[in-house]
């Protein structure tokens, strides 16, 4: 198949019918052969692949060898359709989900959870859902952040220490203003497209600001009966902390720096608390996936009521 494909870009030739077959045919037989699916995941990843056939084909095949492309091309804006049809029908059926489970509860987070849960079950995509659908619920839909529940007994906020939510408000003032101004600046000297397209990415990014900002103010890190919950913003991995995990906790200082084992849950303030965990712990990542950890530093506005709770907790539960 390489030395086909190597042999065509060299006579500037690519004849469609073996892209087709490749990709619909010899490549699923592969996947099969290696994973044996069953009928219904086989048929996504049949289909998969079958759409990538079509979107790379229309760059690398050329125009006088195509013939069954110019038809297939025309079904590439069709499923793009289908597929924006259906994510908008997924994100409407969460929001009505969601609006009919806060009128039981003000626990947006537990509505969430339990939303996509029903959806995806327990899985990688379940986590991205949840983490997209926090993203568009605190940034857009949330109101009255005060009054939302929260699981866990004790709460402790961070938004104040070292001007943590200040500072992620003057970012978002600041992409604000510098955004009407770069969408000018590239309309004129580059093109209206690339204007368009940044601008979109940067907004885009804004809501991701907006959202973490205002989760910033109302999630809190809470203490359960039986482990340590944290939140921190949105845009970090929540983790239930069990206290028979927990080996130490105590004031920290200075600054951290990213490596293996250790987990930072500070965003713009200070990190105040450190919380060792006792050998071969670890929590699960924004995707759902185990990660291996030593050490958590956090950044609380009231970091030594915290330890003082903490500990109160471990001895209890431990003993």
Known sequence: MTASYYIAFRLRVVPEWTLLFDFTVTLPLIYWWLYRPGLKKMLMRWLSLAMLAIFIGRYIIPEQSKAIFHALEDYRYISLALGAIAEIAVGAFLIYKLTGMLRLSRNADEALKQSIAGLLGQNTYAALALFEARIWYYALFMRKGASLEFSGGRRFGYARNGGNASNQLGFIIAILF???????????????????????????????????????LYRPVSLANDAI?????????????PYSMVQAVHAASGTVRRRAGVRRYIQLGAPNVLIELKPGSSLPDLFGRQQSLEKVYLSLDDPAEFIQEVWKKVFVTVG
């Open 229 to 241: 919950l944290i939140r921190c913003g949105v845009l970090a991995a929540d983790a239930a902390i």
């Open 178 to 216: 510098e955004l009407p101004l770069m969408h000018m600046l590239l309309h004129f000297i580059w093109s209206p497209t690339a204007a368009i397209v940044a601008s979109a990415l940067s907004a885009w990014a804004l809501l991701y600001m907006v959202a973490d900002y205002r989760a910033t």
